[in-house]
């Protein structure tokens, strides 16, 4: 349906590695992966993402995951991402102003959008950036 995310959210993944949930992932969507979808870990948070290049249920898909019985014996559990106006942005060049912030994340070729306000925390290097629509936080 519209307007419902492309991307799922793996949750307690440290029991599978990458490469194995990568097959798994291939095997409960029947899809590609790289091809169809791509997946992305976050090890800090012990979370991956995938994100559906093609258009599929993404609900039933996470329904499918649930119930999968490697899934549960992994003790994962899947959910997805909700499409939110603000993301935040690590490893940002120290001294880079909000304005290259904006116009990088403005930038169509960066799959970006119309950046509504760019929040800069130097000490960290990461920035929350807000768009004006859903559309760009790709």
């Given at each position: 349906?519209?307007?419902?995310?492309?991307?799922?959210?793996?949750?307690?993944?440290?029991?599978?590695?990458?490469?194995?949930?990568?097959?798994?992932?291939?095997?409960?969507?029947?899809?590609?992966?790289?091809?169809?979808?791509?997946?992305?870990?976050?090890?800090?948070?012990?979370?991956?993402?995938?994100?559906?290049?093609?258009?599929?249920?993404?609900?039933?898909?996470?329904?499918?995951?649930?119930?999968?019985?490697?899934?549960?014996?992994?003790?994962?559990?899947?959910?997805?991402?909700?499409?939110?106006?603000?993301?935040?942005?690590?490893?940002?060049?120290?001294?880079?102003?909000?304005?290259?912030?904006?116009?990088?994340?403005?930038s169509?070729?960066?799959?970006?959008?119309?950046?509504?306000?760019?929040?800069?925390?130097?000490?960290?290097n990461?920035a929350?950036?807000?768009?004006?629509?859903?559309?760009?936080?790709?």
């Open positions: 349906s519209a307007g419902t995310s492309p991307s799922v959210v793996f949750e307690n993944i440290q029991g599978c590695s990458l490469e194995c949930l990568r097959m798994l992932l291939e095997n409960i969507s029947g899809l590609a992966v790289d091809g169809d979808f791509t997946v992305e870990v976050i090890p800090e948070m012990n979370v991956a993402v995938a994100t559906f290049l093609k258009s599929i249920d993404t609900e039933g898909f996470v329904k499918r995951c649930s119930q999968n019985k490697r899934v549960k014996e992994f003790k994962m559990t899947a959910r997805l991402l909700e499409l939110t106006q603000s993301v935040k942005v690590e490893n940002i060049p120290a001294r880079v102003s909000t304005d290259y912030v904006t116009m990088y994340f403005e169509p070729r960066n799959g970006g959008g119309p950046v509504s306000e760019v929040q800069l925390f130097s000490e960290e990461s929350i950036v807000t768009f004006c629509d859903r559309k760009g936080n790709t």
